[in-house]
């Protein structure tokens, strides 16, 4: 069983590295809503790019562009407060 401090100074150093520490996600997050917006407003430019025909309606490509804006968006509270916007531990 691991006692109350030690749990404490755990829960403590997890808090101070999600403040202090960059994270891949970061870069991820941001790539992915330049994509996202990339395939919302140019759909044959992208499917172009990579040697894929022209999607017949542009519509698919489009709505996967905002689908993956919507995605990305839910991460923006964790991405700016990474501990409030973290659920607690569930009781053992």
């Not at 100074?9 to 996202?36: F, P, R």
């Not at 894929?52 to 562009?65: L, V």
Request: charged share 15%; aromatic share 10%.
């Amino acid at each position: 069983m691991v006692s109350v401090t030690r749990y404490r100074q755990y829960a403590a150093d997890c808090v101070h590295q999600a403040q202090t520490q960059e994270a891949a996600e970061d870069k991820s997050i941001l790539l992915n809503m330049a994509v996202g917006v990339f395939i919302l407003l140019m759909p044959d430019q992208f499917t172009s790019l990579f040697g894929q025909p022209t999607a017949t309606p542009d519509t698919w490509p489009r709505h996967w562009g905002a689908q993956l804006l919507a995605i990305n968006l839910l991460y923006m509270p964790g991405y700016r407060d990474p501990v409030g916007a973290h659920p607690p531990p569930r009781a053992l």
